[in-house]
C-alpha cells in the first residue's frame, strides 16, 4: 500500500493517534503538553499538542504535510503505511 498523503494519521483524534514525546526525540517542546491520563493504564509525560480542529500542532493543513518531518516523534516515525490502523483510516 503507498501512503497517499492523506494526513489522516494527524488530522483525525483517536486514543491511538495521540502521540507521546519519549525522551531521546528531538520535538520542540513548545509543540509539546504534560499530560497525566489515567485510564486502563497510567500514563504521565509530554503529549503533541493538537489544534482545536483537532489536528496535529505540527501538520500543516494547506500542504499536507508535516511541519516537523525530520524530528518527527518517534511513535509518528512508527506508523507506517502498513500499520493497520492506517489501513483503516485511508480506507
Known amino acids: 500500500m503507498d501512503c497517499r498523503g492523506c ?3 494527524c488530522i483525525l483524534s ?10 531521546d526525540d528531538e ?3 513548545e509543540l509539546t ?3 497525566e491520563w489515567f485510564g486502563d493504564a497510567a500514563e504521565v509525560g509530554f503529549w503533541m499538542r493538537r489544534k ?3 489536528e496535529c500542532i505540527a501538520f500543516d493543513s494547506a500542504k499536507r504535510e508535516c511541519k516537523i518531518y525530520s524530528v ?3 511513535e509518528c ?3 507506517t503505511q502498513a500499520h493497520p490502523l492506517c ?5
Open 52 to 54: 482545536k480542529n483537532g
Open 33 to 35: 503538553e504534560y499530560r
Open 77 to 79: 516515525r512508527a506508523f
Open 14 to 23: 483517536h486514543p491511538y493517534l495521540d502521540v507521546k514525546v519519549v525522551k
Open 7 to 9: 494526513g489522516k494519521c
Open 87 to 91: 489501513k483503516e483510516l485511508c480506507q
Open 27 to 29: 520535538t520542540p517542546g
Open 72 to 74: 518527527r516523534p518517534e
